[in-house]
Structure formats: C-alpha cells, structure tokens
C-alpha cells in the first residue's frame, strides 16, 4: 500500500510545522556506524522525515547484535549492516534518499567521503582513532553540525543519558581516550560539538570479554543524537539547547 508523504508526516508536521518539515526534507544526514547506537539514530532521522541519508559501516551481523541493533534478527545474521538497515529505511520512507556504504571510516577511506556535503555528520563509530579522525574531517569541513556519541557499554540506566560540549565531558572513558589521542596528535577541537554520554558510572564486566550494552541505553543515545540533528536542520543551524546540558534526556 502506498502512503503519500503528507500522510507519512503528518505527525511530525504537527510538532515541527510547515517550515521545519521542508528543511528536515531538503536535509542530508551522514551516520557513520549503524551498531546499537548508529541504526536508532539512523531510524529516526528517516522515521522523523531526513530527505537523505548516508550510512556507512563495514560489519556484517552477527548473532551478539540482536539484543540491541535495529537492523538486526535470526534472519540477518551474516548480511551486512548497513544493507539491511538501508532497504529497512527504504521501506520506511521511499522517497528518502538512502545510500549504503560498506566500508570503515579510518585512515585509508576518510579520503573518499567529502563531508560538506552533508548537513549533519553523526558519530557512531568504536574505534578512538576513527573517531578522532571523523571529528578531525568534519570540524575542518566547516558545513556539517557534528554530534557525537561517546561510551554507552556497561550502563543500563537510560535516563543517565546527557549532552554536553566534548570538552566538558567528565567520567567517560572514550572521552578520555579521545582527548589523549588528539593532544598526542597536536589536534584538539578548534570549535564546540556537542555528544551524547552517559553519567552513570560503568559496571564491571560480569562475563570476561564481552563488551556489556542493553538495547533501553544504546537505542536511547541514538535517539538523542537523532534528535540534536532534527532540531539542529529546524532551527536554521541553530541548536535549541545548551551546549553543556547537565539535565536528563
């Protein structure tokens, strides 16, 4: 059954309005990993009314994804991610301009995405280099709004979830490492950019090696992060909120 738009968006219209709608709809977004925190963001931002979207991330799905990962079921194990959340997103919204990207940003790639093409810039990726590399490129590309999502393992209190300007971030692990990374480097951000993390303290690892994540917290920093870039596209490139925001999501 086909839907129109107007039908599809009538709700979000009804929050947004007219004007907000039709720059989420001429807006692009960029979501680099689509795990426990990237798929949500990624889902949102269609289900919300993106008019285009970016997804790239270079794994495929695996059975330890399924507690927490949108994409991912039984049926997907094995298929690549960013594959089967593209045609989910497809389903969703087909007049949504999706496009998959199978491969990890790093070093070796980041030559290939030119980032002022996009509007908002995401940050769902694991690795501190990567991450370090992404904010690099994007702060430097000058156009996209970037958010950021720091560590959501080991916390299973969703409303510890906060925003706050990366320099601010105190008791986050990433953070930290990240922070190290980019004085080692001589880089350190040279403008604000707001991530989401938690404040909750991590617990320890009751199984050895298996890095812990529940669905209630990792789908709720990719939903936060979602919205950052909705109201970031609304407003005219203006955030609503505080860059360091101490209060619960």
């Known amino acids: ?13 009804g929050v947004l309005g007219a004007d907000g709608s039709e720059k989420l709809a001429c807006a692009s977004a960029a979501v680099f990993g689509t795990g426990g925190v990237g798929g949500w963001c990624a889902e949102a931002l269609v289900r919300t009314g993106i008019g285009g979207i970016t997804i790239v991330d270079c794994d495929t799905i695996a059975p330890s994804n399924i507690n927490r990962q949108i994409m991912a079921d039984p ?43 996009f509007d908002v810039v995401i940050d769902a990726i694991d690795s501190v280099a990567d991450k370090c590399l992404l904010v690099k490129n994007a702060l430097e590309a000058g156009k996209p709004a970037l958010f950021s999502s720091m560590g959501a393992a080991f916390r299973r209190d969703p409303l510890k979830v906060r925003t706050a300007d990366f320099t601010k971030i105190e008791g986050d692990a990433l953070a930290r490492a990240m922070r190290r990374t980019m004085r080692k480097e001589g880089f350190f951000p040279p403008k604000p950019f707001t991530c989401v993390y938690s404040s909750e303290q991590p617990s320890a690892p009751d199984v050895k090696g298996v890095k812990g994540s529940l669905v209630q917290v ?11 870039a909705v109201e970031h596209v609304c407003n005219g490139g203006k955030t609503s909120r505080p860059v360091a925001d101490a209060r619960n999501i």
Do not use: H, W
């Not at 997907?76 to 999706?98: F, M, T, W």
């Open 1 to 13: 059954m086909e839907c129109r738009q107007d039908e599809i968006f009538s709700r979000s219209r």
């Open 218 to 228: 990792t789908a709720v920093f990719g939903m936060v992060l979602a919205s950052l």
């Open 75 to 117: 049926a997907s194990i094995g298929e690549y991610k960013v594959e089967v959340l593209a045609a989910r997103l497809g389903r969703i919204n087909p007049s949504c301009r999706v496009t998959s990207v199978k491969t990890r940003f790093c070093a070796e790639t980041a030559a290939a995405f030119d980032l002022s093409e």
